[in-house]
Structures are given as C-alpha cells and as structure tokens.
C-alpha cells in the first residue's frame, strides 16, 4: 500500500519570499508522483507530476519539486511567491503500471502568502 | 480548455434521505472517479470506473454508495441513506487513458454534502 505525508498543516509566508512544502511518500513498488493545487472554491489542478527521468520537474505557475528517491521525498518549491498563490497543496502519488490511475493523496498543505 | 463539471455546489440533507452528485466528466475521458474529503481530513479515493463497470472501489465504498453512468455525458454518485459521517466535499475526476502518470486526473470543483 502506498501512503503520502505532508509535513506542515499550514505555512504563512511573506510575499516574493521562497517557499518550501514538503511531502514524504511511503510504497512498496515505484510510484508516479503529483503536486495539485486547490484554490478557494475551486477543483484539484494539477500543478506538476514526476514520472521518471529528471528528478527535478517544473509545473505551472513558477513551481518545481525534486524527487528525492533515497528520502522518499517530493518536495514542492517556489523561489518567490505571490499572493495569488494562497491555495491548498495536495501531494499525491499513483502505483506504476496501476490501470485506472487511483490517486492517493496527503493531507494538504495550506499556503497562505501575506503581503 | 475542457472542464469536469460538477453539480450541485452543495447540496443539504437530512439523515436517512438518499441524494445523487452528478457529474460531467471531460467527452473524451474514459476513466471516471469519485474521491471525497471529509473537513479537516484527506482527499480519500472512493470508487473509479471504466467501461460501464466499477474497476476499483476503497472500503469506504460500501453498499450504501452506487455510482452509475446513465448516458453519454454523466456521471452520478448516489448515496441511498445518507449518514451524518456523510457530510464531505465530493469531488469527480476522469482521466483519457487511466494510466496514471501519461494521462493525469483532472478533477470538478466539488460538490458539499451537508447531512444534517
């Protein structure tokens, strides 16, 4: 079974600071590896996912998250943030070779950019 | 750019009552999903289907839950006798290829069930 980790319930940060969310993953067999995002009263975007390759992937938005395989980790960052970026993070992974796709997700990390 | 639709934005019910999320997955998608985050908790997989049938369900998915794929377009989640423990933001998702990482979920904005 597979199981995903988001360490920080919440992070306030300043504006145009960096910020770093993180999220640790728990499986058996490899995984695909996602970051969405969750604007106020809005659905799941997707904002990035790590299949193979480069471990280190850019998404929309300015985001980019460094697949780290020896920590079991994936986390999101973003050199400078805007108050636009004030969302809901979710981190999530899928089984390799998982025929339908099931998504397991985190618990969500509430970014909250102040000016 | 093509959107999963979800309707209503939130819907309340009293104990017992059956309700049905709908749902419009994007035409072309062949996978279709329900997930649902109970206040304060994880998004939780609940059901996906595929080709008229249901391809994997979770524990939460018991006899009580149904989805079905009535025509061409929806995609419906019912819930025969709904529970306090119920009340969740309902999301659907559907993906082209069900592959996973080639062919990722997109997601609806999510339906709030308030079981009162």
């Known amino acids: 079974a597979q199981s995903v980790t988001q360490l920080d319930s919440q992070v306030p940060v300043f504006e145009e600071a960096p910020v770093e969310l993180r999220c640790n993953y728990s499986s058996s067999v490899s995984v695909y590896l996602f970051w969405y995002v969750q604007y106020p009263n809005q659905g799941l975007q997707l904002l990035l996912k790590?299949?193979?390759?480069?471990?280190l992937v850019k998404g929309i938005n300015g985001f980019e998250a460094e697949f780290n395989k020896s920590q079991t980790s994936f986390h999101l960052r973003k050199p400078s943030v805007h108050i636009s970026d004030t969302a809901e993070y979710f981190c999530a992974v899928s089984r390799w070779g998982d025929q339908g796709g099931k998504l397991i997700f985190g618990q969500g990390t509430e970014l909250s950019v102040k000016p | 750019e093509p959107e999963v639709t979800q309707t209503p934005s939130h819907q309340v019910t009293q104990m017992g009552q059956e309700v049905i999320l709908r749902c419009v997955p994007i035409?072309?998608?062949?996978?279709f999903y329900w997930y649902r985050q109970i206040l304060g908790q994880k998004v939780e997989f609940l059901v996906s289907f595929y080709n008229n049938e249901i391809s994997e369900k979770s524990e939460i998915f018991d006899d009580q839950f149904s989805v079905e794929r009535p025509d061409g377009s929806n995609f419906t989640l019912k819930i025969r006798s709904t529970k306090l423990e119920d009340s969740a933001m309902y999301f659907c998702?559907?993906?082209?290829?069900?592959?996973?990482?080639?062919?990722?979920?997109?997601f609806g904005n999510g339906t709030r069930l308030t079981v009162t």
């Open positions: 790590y299949l193979s390759g480069s471990t």
């Open positions: 035409s072309n998608h062949l996978y």
């Open positions: 998702a559907s993906s082209e290829q069900g592959d996973g990482g080639n062919s990722p979920l997109h």
